[in-house]
């Protein structure tokens, strides 16, 4: 089992930025993905960002070049910069991790809200 606990949410201002950081405790040596996943009211849930170890972060539709993904696997934790951020960027985000012998593990997300 993995545990995961995000940080980081909070009320921003568009065009403003935040750091969301996620830590993995338990069984992490079965990690070999972690990312983030978002979901808004009343939509579904979806992919923002993963990494994968030794390989190319994924990103989702439209978020690169405003988000970068990046892991700090001394420290078993995985961070979301966002930058530049819009209204529609509006949804709670959570942390997501999964490895071949691991079954995927979700955090219990930490809000993010874009508004002036």
């Known amino acids: 089992q993995v545990q995961l606990v995000e940080s980081g949410g909070g009320l921003v201002q568009p065009g403003g930025s935040l750091r969301l950081s996620c830590a993995a405790a338990?069984?992490?040596?079965?990690?070999?993905?972690m990312g983030w996943y978002r979901q808004a009211p009343g939509k579904l849930r979806e992919l923002v960002a993963l990494?994968?170890?030794?390989?190319?972060?994924i990103y989702g539709s439209s978020l690169e070049g405003r988000f970068t993904i990046a892991r700090d696997n001394a420290k078993n934790t995985v961070f979301l910069q966002m930058n530049s951020l819009k209204a529609d960027d509006t949804a709670v985000y959570y942390c997501?991790?999964?490895?071949?012998?691991?079954?995927?593990?979700w955090g219990k997300g930490t809000q993010v809200t874009v508004s002036s």
């Open positions: 338990g069984n992490i040596v079965t990690i070999d993905v």
């Open positions: 990494s994968a170890q030794g390989g190319t972060p």
């Open positions: 997501y991790a999964a490895g071949t012998y691991l079954t995927p593990a």
